[in-house]
């Protein structure tokens, strides 16, 4: 069986361990986790291909990996479609309002007989899987309610003036199904926290054992995670329904992961409102409550 092949950033660091640190291939082999006869390797094809060190500033990660791998053949079952420079799109992700359906689009554009998304969303999966593996969180139905407001605000445009405001979007997801409810509001402020809380709650129908938000200051006055403080209001809030509140810890995304992709998507919608009192026009599907 083939040998797996060596992603572009251990080959990178291959090439800069060797001619920058003058590091030998078992000391290499050492410090990055592989074979020494993988670090061999790596510098054959690099030598035979005649690069050199330090390696083009314009030289991507594909295109790197296309000249080493050039005659080494294609994987069982793969098209020989050209890919994404995947470390460009795993950065580009990280911006607000930027997804794999955005990133995707690009990539046909750019390569029209290129593959399909589901196909290079799975190719991207498996290039992500590669850099650090990450605990699977497993959610009971009905265990835990991520909330916060989405990171950009977004134009509400009034139908009769045509006025455009700013609006916040509260977000709130079920950690079992990503049963999302998102609604308007003009501000983050106490009043509009707990009634988006409310009805969230009325929407689903029911009530978590935990309401899990990212440390907002208009929820949490201090964030930490044995002993958050809390709201006062937002105590009462939990003591009513019964429920427990437990802040996401400070720093750490995936304590949230759920919220994050709603959270984008709520945050690149544009809404307008009609006379009946009802968002319209909103890319994740749901009505939106006018806030009074």
Not at 156 to 180: H, K, L, N, P, W
Request: charged share 25%; net charge positive.
């Amino acid at each position: 069986m083939p040998a797996e092949r060596v992603s572009m950033r251990r080959i990178r660091e291959i090439l800069r361990l060797k001619y920058e640190a003058g590091a030998t291939e078992r000391a290499i082999a050492r410090s990055i986790g592989v074979a020494r006869s993988t670090v061999a390797l790596t510098l054959e094809r690099v030598a035979a291909v005649r690069l050199g060190w330090p390696l083009p500033v314009t030289l991507t990660d594909r295109v790197l990996e296309a000249t080493l791998y050039a005659s080494a053949g294609r994987p069982q079952g793969s098209l020989g479609k050209p890919e994404s420079d995947w470390t460009y799109v795993h950065r580009e992700l990280r911006r607000p309002g930027v997804t794999r359906m955005l990133l995707w689009e690009e990539y046909r554009q750019a390569e029209p007989d290129g593959y399909g998304y589901s196909r290079w969303c799975e190719l991207y999966r498996a290039w992500e899987g590669r850099l650090s593996p990450t605990m699977r969180q497993v959610h009971p139905a009905g265990e835990r309610m991520f909330v916060d407001y989405a990171g950009q605000t977004i134009e509400v445009i009034d139908g009769r003036s045509g006025e455009i405001r700013q609006a916040q979007i509260f977000v709130a997801v079920m950690g079992a199904s990503s049963y999302t409810y998102a609604e308007a509001s003009w501000t983050q402020t106490l009043p509009d926290w707990i009634g988006s809380h409310v009805r969230a709650l009325a929407f689903m129908g029911g009530v978590p054992a935990q309401l899990v938000p990212d440390n907002p200051k208009v929820g949490v006055d201090r964030a930490n995670w044995y002993e958050p403080g809390l709201n006062r209001t937002y105590l009462d809030l939990a003591t009513h329904y019964r429920t427990a509140i437990l802040p996401a810890r400070p720093r750490k995304p995936r304590d949230k992961a759920k919220s994050l992709p709603q959270r984008r998507l709520g945050s690149r919608s544009a809404c307008w409102w009609s006379s009946a009192g009802f968002w319209r026009g909103c890319a994740i599907g749901a009505s939106f409550r006018l806030p009074s």
